[in-house]
């Protein structure tokens, strides 16, 4: 082991200043921990502060990882944040890198270490305090063939080097590639966030696309009928989508494991083959790193997650925990009730908080009120964000919600080149709690996810966001900002001016009979875009524009039990619920989301 290595873990502590002059070990950096260690050493100019981390590498863009492999950000040295040369002429961090941490005493406040550079060695470094930023690993689950040379996970540099080595390399020794055209084919394992960015940069390389994704759809923090947005998106620009489909078995090509072509066949769960692959990129999900940690006595979930109280803090005395390993409060929900969310902006903040926490000496700590998974991607041109909790979260928690769909503009609609935002926002159908929003469109989506983020973490309602003051230019913004016409939207249902059939509703409806569906759009909309729904279902189905509503209502049945409006986006259908609902003694609801919304998602239903 390095001599360096070996003085600075020898073993130091001085009990006489318990926040002055303290030891704080730190294992783990990236996020949480370099956060904890930089904040730290702002505090405290007397503190001494060692960072273990394993690997060589201490701070990096991890989030950048994707763009980097397919060639968006060219410079390598950008991928690291900090090094260990910089922490420590800045903040005076003794750094150690390639670094495991093998047990940890919480008994003595003892951490034992190996250098991953020399086997076998080992050393020991006591601490006053301990933060535990070990974050998570990919998720391998034990498929024949996962251990194939040309399988790649993305956790560190080091795999996003050896994913750009293996590109670079490969068309010299793929042997297939003419027999399924020109084009090196890749297969991505999950249609996460993660995974989805690695499609559309193998894609921008030049390469051909699957991926596969066991849940039936992508994207599983977005409600079904957003992901087909960015499904659709996907199949549109080449990508092989296969979904409800696991995988089975990774294959040598032609069952020949000794040959010289190390493309690998995928077979799947329905027995399908897909074409040979040059590289599979596994992105089936993540687990907390944190088997030394439960070792020590140290309190997980039966998932692994680290549990920490409102302060950060573990079950064991100067011991905190932050980032991917942890388990948060759920400040949607409250009660108690906690979830793992792994970002990057939540651990920052958490190893921030603990630094505070460490040499506030027990005075004014500050509490980590929870987390509210406020994420984003961006694949090809659409961006998906969403925060708080979907339809399936909810269901699970056996919570009350109803939701609203609104497809505005991302800016004033005169000012040429606004786009359409795809929004979707879930509340309590009493009290008008935002429990989530999601949006998928290609401009303008991240900030009305944001303003919606920061409305949840105020305690503000539905009715709140219609009064939101937002800014607004036309080229950048509207009168009424999508946030308020979803808040309005929203307002609308909890007041009772206008009620709502869901879309995955409608074809049950439509099979009973009393029931007439009315499309107020125009006939050219109809002719050009296609029916709501086919005739032959016992519905009568009548399309009556918007503008002719009035003049032409005798035409809907005396005897009609039930209408169930739509339109394009749902604006006229709810000003066409209006006037019916104020001349029609039969039942009248809003389809939410409309054409836009059912169109896309009627025959995943």
């Known amino acids: 082991m390095k001599e360096t290595f070996v003085k600075a873990l020898h073993s130091w502590r001085n009990e006489a200043e318990p926040k002055s002059g303290i030891k704080l070990v730190i294992i783990g950096g990236v996020a949480g921990g370099a956060s904890a260690a930089a904040r730290a050493r702002r505090l405290d100019e007397t503190a001494e502060i060692v960072l273990l981390q394993s690997g060589p590498d201490v701070s990096f863009a991890s989030c950048g990882m994707p763009y980097y492999i397919g060639g968006e950000i060219t410079d390598r040295n950008q991928m690291a944040v900090q090094t260990p040369e910089s922490l420590r002429k800045r903040f005076n961090i003794d750094v150690h890198v390639n670094t495991r941490v093998t047990k940890i005493d919480t008994d003595n406040k003892i951490v034992t270490a190996t250098d991953e550079t020399h086997p076998g060695s080992q050393a020991t470094i006591y601490y006053d305090q301990l933060i535990l930023a070990v974050g998570s690993e990919p998720l391998k689950p034990p498929i024949p063939g996962i251990s194939r040379k040309g399988l790649f996970a993305l956790r560190n540099l080091q795999d996003m080097d050896a994913i750009v080595g293996w590109l670079n390399d490969m068309p010299n020794k793929c042997t297939t590639c003419s027999e399924y055209g020109t084009k090196m084919h890749a297969v991505v394992a999950g249609a996460g966030f993660v995974g989805l960015e690695m499609v559309e940069q193998l894609m921008r390389r030049g390469l051909e696309v699957t991926v596969v994704e066991m849940l039936p759809q992508v994207l599983g923090p977005l409600d079904i009928e957003m992901a087909a947005i960015i499904e659709d998106d996907l199949k549109a620009k080449g990508v092989n989508v296969v979904t409800g489909d696991g995988i089975q078995e990774f294959l040598p090509i032609n069952g020949n494991e000794h040959g010289d072509d190390p493309s690998t066949v995928v077979k799947l769960r329905s027995g399908k083959l897909l074409p040979p692959a040059q590289i599979v990129i596994l992105g089936m999900g993540v687990r907390p790193d944190t088997k030394v940690v439960a070792e020590a006595g140290i309190e997980c979930t039966p998932r692994g997650h680290i549990v920490v109280n409102d302060y950060l803090q573990t079950n064991k005395e100067s011991v905190w925990a932050a980032g991917d390993a942890i388990e948060v409060l759920n400040p949607i929900v409250g009660n108690g009730d906690k979830w793992a969310v792994p970002l990057a902006g939540p651990a920052n903040r958490q190893g921030r908080m603990i630094a505070d926490n460490i040499f506030r000496d027990g005075q004014n700590m500050r509490r980590f009120k929870g987390t509210y998974a406020a994420s984003v991607v961006r694949v090809f041109?659409?961006?998906?964000?969403?925060?708080?909790?979907?339809?399936?979260?909810?269901?699970?928690?056996?919570?009350?919600?109803?939701?609203?769909?609104?497809?505005?503009?991302?800016?004033?609609?005169?000012?040429?080149?606004?786009?359409?935002?795809?929004?979707?926002?879930?509340?309590?159908?009493?009290?008008?709690?935002?429990?989530?929003?999601?949006?998928?469109?290609?401009?303008?989506?991240?900030?009305?996810?944001?303003?919606?983020?920061?409305?949840?973490?105020?305690?503000?309602?539905?009715?709140?966001?219609?009064?939101?003051?937002?800014?607004?230019?036309?080229?950048?913004?509207?009168?009424?900002?999508?946030?308020?016409?979803?808040?309005?939207?929203?307002?609308?249902?909890?007041?009772?001016?206008?009620?709502?059939?869901?879309?995955?509703?409608?074809?049950?409806?439509?099979?009973?009979?009393?029931?007439?569906?009315?499309?107020?759009?125009?006939?050219?909309?109809?002719?050009?875009?296609?029916?709501?729904?086919?005739?032959?279902?016992?519905?009568?189905?009548?399309?009556?524009?918007?503008?002719?509503?009035?003049?032409?209502v005798r035409e809907i049945p005396a005897d009609t039990e039930r209408i169930i409006v739509s339109c394009a986006s749902g604006q006229r259908a709810y000003y066409a619920c209006r006037i019916l609902m104020q001349s029609q003694s039969a039942k009248v609801e809003n389809l939410s989301g409309a054409f836009k919304t059912f169109s896309r998602v009627s025959e995943r239903v």
């Open 381 to 552: 041109e659409l961006i998906g964000a969403c925060v708080g909790m979907n339809e399936k979260m909810l269901s699970a928690k056996g919570l009350p919600f109803a939701s609203i769909h609104v497809h505005p503009g991302s800016h004033a609609g005169y000012f040429p080149g606004a786009k359409s935002i795809n929004f979707k926002l879930l509340f309590h159908p009493n009290t008008g709690q935002i429990w989530g929003a999601q949006a998928v469109g290609e401009e303008g989506v991240e900030k009305r996810i944001d303003v919606i983020s920061t409305a949840m973490q105020g305690n503000l309602t539905v009715e709140d966001l219609g009064d939101l003051e937002l800014c607004y230019a036309p080229p950048v913004g509207s009168a009424k900002d999508p946030v308020n016409i979803a808040g309005m939207a929203a307002t609308n249902v909890l007041q009772g001016l206008v009620e709502q059939v869901d879309w995955k509703d409608l074809k049950r409806a439509a099979s009973q009979p009393g029931v007439v569906i009315l499309d107020v759009r125009n006939p050219g909309e109809i002719e050009k875009n296609g029916p709501l729904i086919e005739e032959g279902c016992n519905a009568k189905i009548i399309n009556i524009p918007l503008d002719n509503l009035r003049a032409r």
